[in-house]
C-alpha cells in the first residue's frame, strides 16, 4: 500500500460519501472486507479520483452515466448523494440521465430516475 | 416528426460528427435503415443533445464514458473523435479513461485506450 | 416535441400499462423527471410502438427478451403485465424466458421466471 | 445425451443456419469444441428450439433482439441471415432494431443495423 | 429428456443447494416454471457441473466470477452458500471478489462483498 | 505509487503475458497512455494478482469466466495464452468455456471457443 496515496483517498472519499459513512464502513469492517475497503480508498479514490485534470464534478457527472449503464442501483444511489455534494445540480443530474436513457435505453433511464428520486427523498428525511 | 427538433438534431450532430460523415450517412440510406438515422437525428441528437443545462464538451465526456461501459467500439471511436471536436483534450479522454478502467474494470479500460489511440491514428492519417 | 407522436404514444402506454398507472406517473412528476416521463411517451411509446409493421404482441414478446438481457427486474415486471394485455399467454412467457435461459444463461433465465411469477401474484392479488 | 432431442436439435440448427454451414462446424470440430457443438445442438436447438407453442419465425425475432442485447456481432449476423429463412422480413428486422435503439439504447441500434446491412450484403454476394 | 443426466444433475444440485431447498423448488413449481426447473437441473447441473475434469470447488470458484460480473444478486448469493457447502473457504471468496472488483470494477467489487456478508449472515442465523 | 506493489506486479504480469509483449507495452506508450500502463501493473497485476490464498493457475481460471462474460475478446484471446502458461490445460479451458455457456449464455460460449481456437492458432504459428 502506498500510504500517501491511501490518505489522499481517505479524505476525497470522506469529503464526497461523508465522514460519518466513511469511519463507519471501515469501523464495521472485519477481515473478510477489510482489504476491499482498503483497495477501493486506496486504488479507486486515491490513485484515480485524487488525480487532477478532472476536477470532482465532472468526476461525479461520469459516475452518474456510467453507474446508470453498469446497473449498479446501490452504488448509484450512494453516488447520486455524492454529485449533490460535489455540486452537481439536481438539473444536471436530470440531463445526465435523459442522456443515459437515450444511449443506454429507456429501462436504464427510468431506474435510474428513480433512484435519483429515492435519493433525494432520503437527503429530505434526513438520511 | 417535429421538423424543428430534426434540424438542430442534424446541425448538431453535423457539427459533432462532421457533416461529410453526416451527409453520407443519409445518402447511403435505403428504406431499410432511413428510419433509423431519422430516428437518431431527431431524438439522439435534437430532444437530448439540443437541450440546455449540459454544454457539449461535457456531453462528450459522459459520451466517452457510457460507450465504454456500453462496449460498443465503434460508436467508442466515432465519439472518440467527437470530444475532440468539443474541446475535450487528449488529457482529459486519458482522465475519463482511467475512471473507466476503476468503475468498468481493467479489461474495458483497455480497450478504450486502445481505441482511443486508433482514433487520434485516424486523424493524424487525415481520415 | 411533436404533439401527434406523443398523442399515440399516450393512447398506447396508457392501453399496454394502464390508464390508472400512467396518469398516476404524470400527476406525480416534478419538474426533474418530468421531461423524461415526456421523452418516453413520445419517443418510446410514439415514435416506435406506434408504427405498424410489429403488433403490439410482437412488441410485446420483443420486450419480454431484451429486458431480460438488460437486467433490469422493475421495467420487466411492468411488462410482464403489459404482454398479458397485449395478448400474450403465460404459456407463451415461459417459452420466452426459457429461449432467454438459453442464450443469456440459466441466471437470466431464473429472475426472469421468478420476477413473472410475483408479476401473475400482483395480479391475482388485484394489484 | 438424449439422442431424439439432439436429432430435432440438429434438423432445425440445419434449417435454419443451413446444412452446409451446420456439417462444416461438426466436421471441422476437434476434441476442444466438440461438446460445445454437441450442447448447442441438442440443449439449445433441440431442448428450446424444438419446443411447440411459440413458432420458429417468432423465436427469431426474439433472437434478434436479444443477441442484439447480448452485443454478440458474430452470432447476431448468423441469427439475422436466419430470421431470412424463418421467413422474418427486412421490413420486420427493421422494426426490431429500432425497438433495440430504443430499450438497449442508440449505440445497440446503430451497430445491429450495420451488422444486419453486412448480412444482407452477403446474402447478395451469394455468401 | 435424459433420465440419467438429470438425475445426475438432481443429486449434484441438492448437494451444492441443499436437497430441502431443491425439493421445495419442485414441489412449489407449477405448469408455467416446471419446465425451466427441468432444464435447469437437467442442462446446468447435470451436463455440465456432471463433467469431470473440473472439480466442484473450481466450478464454484468460476461461478462467484461469472455471477458477479452478470450481476445477478439473487443467484450470486445462492452460490456464495453453495461454494462454502463445495469447500470454499471465506478467504478464497474474498480473493475471488477482490479479482472481481478489479476486472468488473469496483461497483461489481462492492455489491459482490455486501451479498457475500449477508449470506454469511444468513448461515449464522440458520437460514 | 508504491514501488514495491509495482515492481511484483511488473514480474508477475511479464510472467503471465510474456516479457517481450509487456516490454512493448511500456516501450510505446506514450503520455496518454502510460499512466494506465502503470495502474494496471500496479494495482492488476501487483496488488490483486500478487496475494497468496489463490495461486496463479486459479486466478487465470477465473479471468477466462469472467473476461467471457464481460465480452471483451482482446483480453480474453491475451488470458487464454496467459493461462496455458500458468498451467491451465486445453481441457480445462474447454470446461471453464462449456460452463460459460450455461451462465453466460449459447452466444457467449460459441464467441469464447471462437476465440480460444484463434489463440492456439496463433501460438502454433509461433506469434
Same mark, same amino acid.
Given at each position: 500500500? +502506498?500510504? %500517501? &496515496?491511501?490518505?489522499?483517498?481517505?479524505?476525497?472519499?470522506? =469529503?464526497? @460519501?461523508?465522514?460519518?459513512?466513511?469511519? $463507519?464502513?471501515?469501523?464495521?469492517?472485519?477481515?473478510?472486507?477489510?482489504?476491499?475497503?482498503?483497495?477501493?480508498?486506496?486504488?479507486?479514490?486515491?490513485?484515480?479520483?485524487?488525480?487532477?485534470?478532472? +476536477?470532482? %464534478? &465532472?468526476?461525479?457527472?461520469?459516475?452518474?452515466?456510467?453507474? =446508470?449503464? @453498469?446497473?449498479?442501483?446501490?452504488?448509484? $444511489?450512494?453516488?447520486?448523494?455524492?454529485?449533490?455534494?460535489?455540486?452537481?445540480?439536481?438539473?444536471?443530474?436530470?440531463?445526465?440521465?435523459?442522456?443515459?436513457?437515450?444511449?443506454?435505453?429507456?429501462?436504464?433511464?427510468?431506474?435510474?430516475?428513480?433512484?435519483?428520486?429515492?435519493?433525494?427523498?432520503?437527503?429530505?428525511?434526513?438520511?
Amino acid at each position: 500500500m +502506498d500510504q %500517501k &496515496t491511501f490518505d489522499i483517498g481517505l479524505e476525497i472519499r470522506k =469529503s464526497v @460519501l461523508g465522514a460519518e459513512f466513511v469511519e $463507519k464502513s471501515f469501523a464495521s469492517a472485519d477481515d473478510f472486507n477489510r482489504p476491499m475497503q482498503e483497495l477501493t480508498t486506496e486504488y479507486c479514490w486515491g490513485a484515480v479520483w485524487g488525480r487532477d485534470t478532472l +476536477d470532482r %464534478k &465532472t468526476r461525479s457527472l461520469l459516475n452518474l452515466a456510467m453507474i =446508470s449503464a @453498469l446497473n449498479r442501483p446501490h452504488e448509484l $444511489k450512494m453516488h447520486v448523494k455524492g454529485a449533490l455534494k460535489n455540486g452537481v445540480s439536481k438539473d444536471e443530474i436530470r440531463e445526465v440521465f435523459l442522456q443515459v436513457a437515450i444511449y443506454c435505453g429507456i429501462p436504464a433511464g427510468v431506474d435510474s430516475f428513480r433512484i435519483a428520486r429515492e435519493a433525494f427523498a432520503d437527503i429530505d428525511a434526513g438520511n
